[in-house]
C-alpha cells in the first residue's frame, strides 16, 4: 500500500509547489491507482468488490498512456524527424487530440462502474477509433528506420486496438473474448510503452545515444511477439495453454534483457556523450 501512495503524494508535491496545473490529471490518476491498490486488499473481506481493484488499476493504466504516450510520442518523433530535415511533422495537439482523451477517460469510467452495459462498450470502442485517428497524425511511417521512435507509435497502436477490442467485447461477447482484449492492453500496450520509455530514458539519463542497438531491438521483437501470442490464445481453445505460456515466456525475456542490457548501464558513471535528453 506504501508505494502508490507515496508516488501519488509527491506527484501532488510538486504540481502544487510549482503551480503546474497542466500535470493535475497524472496527479489525480495516480491518486486512483492508489485507490485501486486498497480496493483489491479490501477484496479479502468483501467478496462483492471482486474485479474492482484490478479493473480501476487497468482503467488508470489505459487513460495515463493514452495522455503521456500522447504527449511524448508526437513529441519525440517530431524531434528525430526535424533533426533528419524531414518537413512533414507530427500534428499538433488539437480538438481531435481532446475529444479522444475526453473518450478515452469516460470509456475506461463506464467500464469501471457498469462493466457489460452496451453504453460502455460504445464509449470504449469510439475512444480506440480516435486513438487511431491521433496515432494516424504523428507520422508513424516516417520513423521506420528507427525502432526506438517506432515502439512508441507501436505501444499507442496496441492501446488504440485494447480499446476497441475490449468495447467489443461488451457489445459482441461472442466474437471477442474480453480476456484477448485485457492481454492487448496488458501484455500489449502497458509492456510495449513501459518498455519504449524505460530504454529512451536510461540511454537519455545516462549520456548514450537516443538510438537502438540489437539488443534493445531484440527486446522490442520480444515483447511484441509475446503480445500477439496472448491475444492470440483466446482464439485457439486447442492450443490456449501453449500460446498463453509462449507469450509469457517472449514477455519474460524481453523484461530480462532490459535488466542485462540497462542495468549495468544505469549503475555506472554517466557518459559524456553530447546527445539531448529529449
Known amino acids: ?24 490529471p497524472v496527479a489525480v490518476l495516480l491518486t486512483l491507482f492508489a485507490a485501486a491498490n486498497l480496493l483489491h486488499h479490501l477484496e479479502n473481506f468483501r467478496p462483492s468488490l471482486e474485479g474492482t481493484g484490478v479493473r480501476l488499476a487497468l482503467g488508470v493504466a489505459a487513460v495515463l498512456i493514452a495522455l503521456i ?39 475506461m469510467a463506464g467500464w469501471n462502474i457498469t462493466p457489460e452495459h452496451p453504453v460502455s462498450g460504445v464509449l470504449l470502442a469510439v475512444a480506440g477509433v480516435l486513438l487511431v485517428a491521433r496515432l494516424a497524425r504523428w ?23 485494447a480499446f476497441l477490442m475490449l468495447g467489443c467485447s461488451i457489445l459482441e461477447p461472442d466474437l471477442m473474448p474480453e480476456s484477448a482484449a485485457l492481454h492487448a492492453l496488458t501484455a500489449g500496450a502497458i509492456a510495449t510503452m513501459t518498455l519504449a520509455v524505460m530504454t529512451r530514458a536510461a540511454r537519455a539519463h545516462t549520456g548514450h545515444a537516443i538510438e537502438t542497438d540489437l539488443t534493445t531491438l531484440w527486446i522490442y521483437i520480444l515483447v511484441t511477439v509475446g503480445a500477439l501470442l496472448r491475444v492470440a490464445a483466446p482464439f485457439a481453445s486447442d492450443m490456449y495453454l501453449e500460446l498463453l505460456i509462449s507469450g509469457g515466456v517472449f514477455w519474460s525475456v524481453a523484461f530480462g534483457l532490459f535488466v542485462a542490457r540497462y542495468g549495468p548501464m544505469l549503475i555506472r558513471p554517466r557518459s559524456h556523450s553530447t546527445e539531448p535528453l529529449t
Open 1 to 24: 500500500m506504501a508505494f502508490p501512495a507515496a508516488l501519488g503524494f509527491a506527484v501532488w508535491r510538486e504540481v502544487l509547489a510549482g503551480k503546474n496545473w497542466r500535470n493535475t
Open 69 to 107: 504516450g500522447g504527449r511524448v510520442t508526437p513529441s519525440f518523433t517530431r524531434n528525430w524527424l526535424v533533426k533528419g530535415g524531414n518537413k512533414r511533422l507530427p500534428a499538433s495537439f488539437g480538438w481531435l487530440d481532446k475529444v479522444g482523451l475526453i473518450t478515452a477517460a469516460a470509456g
Open 139 to 161: 507520422q508513424g511511417q516516417s520513423v521506420w528506420r528507427e525502432p526506438i521512435v517506432l515502439i512508441l507509435h507501436l505501444g499507442y497502436l496496441w492501446l488504440a486496438a
